[in-house]
């Protein structure tokens, strides 16, 4: 439905100063707008089909009662669609509408004193208390005979017949009958007078992307460690026949470091040594030589039809390839002799390397993003992600983006998704909580997060709940990330595999986007250099043999974490993770459910690797729908195993050396007519 | 200190997305403000004296230092001030300015990468380290050099000659020790380099009243009521007998309910009939009459000039008079007769009286603020308002204005504060709580609350938070009446001398602003329609005659809270009340202090006024700043009673029939030298 009138009129109403003139300013208040971002300077976030709930605080002053409309576009199209909002109570009211197309929707609110009604409540109480209610009738077929203006075709007839009768000699009882008929309610409402409507003064914005910006399961990989034998440099040909053991997990996203040539330069050698050995591979992170840049494939992994080949062969399995774009220069980079301009010059005639002193690495030349050609330097950047684009990449997961200008990123991003708003970005942005948020303001469609350092149950429960139920859920999705190549956690490093299992139940449940950094993950790799959260012998500085088949490696643990994942929608929606309690401070207990209740997930991790832990849970019944006076099944879709709860206060136990974790799925009896019970 | 280079930047950095040109986009982000009402909408509200403090999120890419100015100055002047921002941590930063001035300030911030600061750091972190800093040296040159062509004077020479050193020849060492020297930083620091500022693109705004906005202790009282003798019609001189008592119990502000002609056309009679007796008054709030409106003098009150000599009398005794603004007319006012276009005309040729069917109000025609002639219609209430200033009346107790436009209030506060920045309007809105919050935001000084609806220890320790420490508290300001001629809540009407006494000290204390209706407080009067919270025989139908030296009455009590609220600073702070634990629902436990801890007041306050009650209370030592070692003194300011205490717990009893409250003034031990102690 087309707003009629579209309002004409000021925000908030507020009054001129410099002289009264003109209609009365709007009386209707619109405020407390949710979502709305920095008073609507970003836009929030929704994945196509999404509803977009939308909430206001509207009210006027006195007693007239408001009718108001949720307008809402696509970005461009010339003419707003609008839904009827809902009064909530308390002068809040609500609306959504869904979200179908990718990109970038508008939405705004208009309200006005809806007349009709006003008069229709006062005539129905005036009738009750036994009044006469001439006058209000004869004001009441004005009202219709207003609204017979603005109606069109047969609705204007039948408006200006019921005013008629109205006007007219019949009983007054029977008139007022008439004048309070709900299809007369109805057809009024279909023709308000909105010419003093207020309008809200921001036009507020959503970016709806595709499912895999909030649900996916990331598996990173260096490329060269892949080689079917030890003592070789793998190659993308190699990363292509790792596809099938990537797929057989059950993973959504193949990530990889940088696969571009590198840098000779003062290359970094093993275990981040500050001079290289022979032999040494240097860090991917250190990108472009005579071989070329960012657009070049380091001819060790191959060429850019392997690359081609590796996309379209993960694809057929059901896996999208994700690059890093890592912004910065190794000394070889073309750009270094082609663009000296976009690099920092120092006094002393030499470059500026990547530097926190006493930390250097100059093995690594940042770009200067203020240069005096910063147009030409950004216009290249944005080339080198089309250019990746054409070659099938829609996820990129981006390095550092905390040390690059957020402006640029706001640009980048735009002009990106603007052609391609399938395109996806992850920021890697370990920093200041601000920081790491204002990216995803900006546009990034995920961000990692401080998951890794969250261990307790405490900070786990704290951190989620801000990331799940602050206003940063609007705009932040968080992709769990267990482990990295930068981040071997300590409590990875002693707690062994049952530590694994619990991190990934965590990773996996907690939000819809997750990501391990294998082999090492599935393999429990824990040889750390003492003392800090750096692996020993990191892949970063040298390639690694990894044999697949180690005893207790995680490959099928996580295979059934990542179907049971796809199998239950309730793990897509991260802002409906609740904690519940559990009298024991290992053990955490958390749900989340589909908007419907169709789908219910409990999950219970023992937090504690070393020793079993039990405790009683309690399930909130009400909040999931469940009768507490019928028992219901909750099925641990790891272990298989089913229990027969009943009430909210339930025992469980978990032993670290069997089972760290329970996901179950709440199934509700079902009793048929002929007395058997199932549970569904 | 003056900004030298007025941002010209854009606000957060916004990239163009239609090409890239012109300079980089700013760096530094500015979010989250505070104070910050509605995206800068509305503006705050300040006491002159105050400090204003204002805090921001302030962050950049990269691992730049960053300096901010919180930039202020009264609205008109043409240059802002500025006082820089200090970091917090956390990326928030801090700065205040004291309003010293009435009326409206406007603020905002300004941010930029301290390229100084970011260099010596650098600098020093490298000589930490061991490097060489030759290539430093000479950046850092440049800086100074830049910086001494935006120095003025003796500075500008002062810095060159430390740029040429940095340039020279000089050991290194010794160069560096110069270039890292407090006195150049600070010299830098007062030259830097603004060009590429963010500057925050909201300008936002505060309001400074004077004292008596936040501070002052109403009583309000029918004149006519207050004949020396019964059975005549009270009149101001009357009342400027009676000033001398309210004075003495301590009151700030004298409120009057309308002093205007009363209209005749269906006065009501005693009790709210609808028809009224021989020599009924009628309702005040029936406002005109054949001898005038809104800005004539009721007759039997006796005349204008006795109206200035009661506004003079009270302020000889440190009173002010404050009159009812309610703009609505009796069928009888002028205004029907002179502007019948200021009504709501009905279909039957009739005016449109107040009505909430099944109740009709016929004595009372509203206004129709949005009939077409608004504009005369609201510039003769403007023409009212000044009528009264222009009698000595600097405080407005409005009737109802949440059943006028909104922006007619904005509108009418903002013409009359401009001209009389002393004016205070206080809003007797009993509505829902949105739009009690709107007016506040819209301008009124004060306003009313829930407070008489709030008795129980849970209810209040809600709504006090709410009110204390929500966003509203930057602009709503409470006035806390404990009874009102509209209401006598149960909790006094059953509880009678010692729920007066528990109420009163609440309000006194709770809250900065508050007041009584009195006789009928001080008095006791518990007399009420039968299951309703309206008083008996009610003032705003018939003149009542008052015996006020009635046993038990409240006088001294009275003038002894109004007393301790004068001589304790801590009762103005409302934003710092706070609630303490105490392990009896029936006592409520609280504290407000001065900022800089010189005045502490704690209060127990028995809300049962039928049972004595005891407790431990909680004593935040931490947060008042005292010795958890060493013995305090609390002095009970009602009883002048005092109690050596030690350490947090401590214990209360209240017996209702002798004091149902303590007021204590906390005294820290002071140890002389000759060891005799003594409390301050």
Redesign the interface.
């Known amino acids: 439905m087309k707003p009629p009138h579209p309002g004409k009129a000021c925000a908030?109403?507020?009054?001129?100063?410099a002289?009264?003139?003109g209609p009365?300013?709007?009386?209707v208040?619109i405020?407390?707008v949710e979502p709305e971002i920095?008073?609507g300077?970003f836009p929030a976030k929704r994945i196509a089909g999404d509803a977009m709930v939308v909430e206001a605080?509207i009210?006027?002053?006195?007693?007239d009662q408001l009718s108001a409309a949720l307008l809402y576009r696509h970005q461009g199209e010339p003419e707003w669609r609008e839904v009827r909002m809902e009064p909530l109570g308390?002068?809040r009211w609500r609306a959504s509408f869904e979200v179908t197309r990718l990109g970038r929707y508008e939405y705004t609110i208009e309200a006005w004193i809806d007349r009709f009604a006003t008069w229709r409540e006062?005539l129905e109480?005036?009738l009750?208390?036994g009044?006469d209610v001439?006058?209000?009738l004869?004001?009441g077929a004005?009202l219709i005979e207003q609204a017979a203006q603005r109606a069109a075709g047969a609705d204007a007839a039948w408006l200006r017949e019921r005013a008629l009768v109205l006007r007219g000699s019949a009983p007054q009882a029977a008139r007022a009958e008439l004048a309070l008929r709900p299809d007369l309610a109805a057809c009024m409402d279909r023709y308000p007078d909105r010419s003093g409507a207020a309008r809200y003064d921001r036009i507020l914005r959503v970016d709806v992307d595709r499912e895999r910006a909030r649900f996916g399961a990331w598996y990173e990989m260096f490329p060269r460690s892949c080689a079917a034998e030890p003592g070789r440099h793998g190659t993308l040909r190699d990363c292509e026949a790792r596809l099938r053991y990537v797929a057989s997990m059950g993973f959504d996203v193949l990530y990889l470091p940088p696969i571009h040539p590198i840098g000779t330069t003062h290359r970094k050698g093993k275990n981040n040594a500050p001079v290289c050995g022979p032999g040494d591979p240097g860090s991917p992170w250190a990108i472009g030589s005579v071989e070329g840049g960012h657009t070049a494939v380091h001819p060790e992994l191959g060429t850019l039809e392997d690359f081609d080949r590796l996309v379209a062969k993960a694809r057929e399995l059901g896996i999208e390839i994700a690059l890093d774009l890592a912004f910065q220069c190794s000394p070889d980079h073309p750009y270094v002799r082609e663009h000296p301009e976009w690099f920092r010059w120092?006094?002393?005639g030499?470059v500026q390397y990547a530097e926190?002193?006493?930390k250097k690495y100059e093995d690594i030349y940042p770009l200067h993003?203020?240069c005096e050609n910063?147009?030409a330097l950004?216009?290249e950047l944005k080339r080198v992600v089309l250019f990746w684009i054409g070659h099938g990449v829609k996820i990129f997961r981006v390095d550092n983006p905390?040390?690059?200008?957020?402006?640029?990123w706001?640009?980048l991003l735009?002009?990106v998704r603007?052609q391609y708003p399938d395109v996806l970005f992850l920021a890697e942005a370990f920093t200041?909580?601000?920081?790491m948020k204002?990216l995803a303001k900006r546009g990034f469609s995920q961000s990692y997060t401080y998951f890794t350092w969250r261990n307790t149950k405490a900070e786990l429960i704290e951190y989620f709940t801000e990331l799940t139920r602050s206003e940063s859920r609007w705009y932040l999705r968080p992709n769990l990330f267990a482990n990295t190549p930068d981040i071997l956690h300590e409590y990875l490093q002693s707690g062994g595999r049952p530590a694994f299992q619990a991190r990934l139940v965590l990773a996996a449940t907690l939000a819809g986007s997750y990501g391990i950094y294998g082999p090492p993950f599935e393999l429990c790799e824990t040889e750390a250099i003492p003392g800090t959260e750096e692996y020993a012998h990191s892949e970063k500085y040298e390639i690694r043999f990894w044999d697949l088949d180690r005893p207790g490696n995680l490959r099928d643990f996580i295979a059934r974490v990542n179907q049971i994942r796809r199998e239950n929608p309730a793990l897509r929606f991260d802002e409906r993770l609740r904690f519940y309690p559990v009298d024991n401070d290992q053990l955490l207990f958390y749900g989340k459910s589909t908007p419907d209740l169709d789908n219910i997930v409990l999950v219970v991790v023992n937090l504690d690797p070393h020793h079993p832990q039990s405790g009683w849970v309690e399930v909130p019944l009400d909040e999931i729908g469940l009768d507490p006076h019928q028992p219901y099944q909750v099925h641990d879709l790891l272990g298989d195993a089913r229990y027969l709860w009943h009430g909210s206060r339930n025992y469980v136990a978990l032993d670290p050396r069997t089972a760290p974790a329970h996901i179950f799925r709440v199934r509700r009896r079902i009793r048929t007519e002929r007395d058997f019970d199932y549970f569904l």
Chains 1, 2 share one sequence.
């Open positions: 908030s109403g507020e009054a001129r100063s002289g009264l003139a009365p300013p709007v009386r208040v405020e407390g920095d008073g300077r605080d009210f006027a002053d006195g007693h308390n002068d006062a109480k005036k009750a208390a009044y001439e006058s209000e004869l004001e004005l120092r006094a002393d030499s926190n002193p006493p993003f203020e910063w147009p950004w216009e905390h040390t690059k200008p957020f402006a640029f706001e640009w735009a002009e603007s200041r909580p601000k920081v204002h």
